[in-house]
């Protein structure tokens, strides 16, 4: 009796387990220490367009960027060699999704068991930051066509106009070199700082 309940609280853990592993926001993978899947979520099976059965029993070299498999096994063998709390946070790795273009994920990795240990396995999370790299990759870009611009561009933030007024939050080249100041001397300040004794009030009201 005493067994049967043990094996039916075994059962049940393992079934809360499945679910929380299959149900995660992020992609969660186990590898043995060939690289070879063992498991994987819903949510990693999405981020490379794969199903579990084509993922598990292959080398996680083979959707994995050529030129990050070289560090990723730099990663596996510091976290595998240093023991069971060895965890190498804040990683990136780039996957080759099923259609071809590149996914950027973080991820964390912990190797379970024994180093020493046949059974040793690798536990991993990763976040998706595709969309992220791509926004930061789009905002430098449009960043830098602004700062070569020949026009003054001043960026403030949306406060009111009343006392002390909006603050500026981006200045380019171009206004450094026309007004004279220092981007350390204008951040943080209000714009008025540049209107001259002849400024027509009717006008910036207007505006």
């Not at 999704?97 to 973080?106: E, F, S, Y």
């Amino acid at each position: 009796t005493q067994q049967m309940a043990h094996l039916r609280a075994m059962a049940e853990s393992e079934a809360r387990f499945r679910a929380s592993f299959d149900q995660a926001a992020v992609g969660i993978a186990t590898s043995d220490l060939a690289g070879r899947y063992l498991q994987v979520n819903r949510k990693f099976c999405e981020m490379l367009g794969y199903r579990a059965d084509e993922l598990i029993g292959t080398s996680y070299q083979k959707f994995t960027h050529p030129d990050d498999i070289e560090g990723n096994e730099a990663v596996r063998s510091r976290v595998l060699h240093a023991g069971d709390d060895a965890v190498r946070k804040s990683a990136e790795k780039r996957f080759i999704h099923r259609d071809g273009h590149i996914i950027t994920a973080i991820y964390s990795t912990a190797a379970i068991s024994t180093p020493a240990s046949a059974d040793s396995y690798f536990f991993s999370i990763f976040e998706d930051i595709s969309a992220r790299r791509r926004t930061e990759s789009q905002l430098s870009l449009l960043e830098s066509c602004i700062a070569r611009l020949n026009d003054i561009v001043l960026i403030t933030d949306a406060a009111g106009i009343d006392e002390p007024g909006p603050r500026i939050v981006y200045v380019n080249d171009a206004f450094v070199q026309l007004t004279g100041y220092t981007r350390e001397e204008v951040i943080g300040r209000s714009p008025r700082l540049l209107q001259g004794p002849l400024t027509s009030r009717a006008t910036l009201d207007q505006i």
